[in-house]
């Protein structure tokens, strides 16, 4: 079987909480410059934000994102941790995952689409449709 989408599951810490929260990341070879983060809401919910899968790249690293996202692994006091930053006019939220799980997460998207061969895989004329067609 193939597939041209990768998901992982997790939970994660919501602003330093002693109870996690059911996240998922999603990554499709059709939209291959992003990357989804959903949360589960107490009501059974889920909760989306997409950005580019760069930004998690970097944020192994460095701290990354400068708007509503942003991925940072200086914030926690264990190096296995990366704090993720979420902010926008109705509220801001940080959590924390594993470095482990990001990384094992972005290989498989690689491998779907490797990195920096991200155009040859992005449907321009799709997208003008997409957009001229609203």
Do not use: C
Request: charged share 30%.
């Amino acid at each position: 079987m193939h597939t041209d989408a990768v998901h992982q599951s997790q939970f994660v810490l919501l602003n330093e909480s002693t109870t996690p929260v059911l996240s998922r990341l999603s990554y499709r070879a059709d939209e291959p410059f992003a990357v989804t983060v959903s949360f589960r809401t107490e009501r059974g919910r889920w909760i989306e934000w997409t950005f580019a899968r760069d930004l998690l790249v970097t944020g192994l690293v460095k701290p990354a994102g400068l708007g509503d996202v942003r991925i940072r692994p200086d914030l926690s006091e264990d190096d296995a941790l990366l704090t993720l930053e979420i902010e926008s006019p109705d509220g801001y939220a940080s959590f924390e995952l594993e470095r482990e799980d990001i990384q094992t997460f972005l290989d498989s998207s690689y491998e779907l689409v490797p990195l920096g061969m991200e155009s040859e895989h992005f449907d321009v004329d799709g997208l003008i449709d997409e957009i001229s067609n609203v």
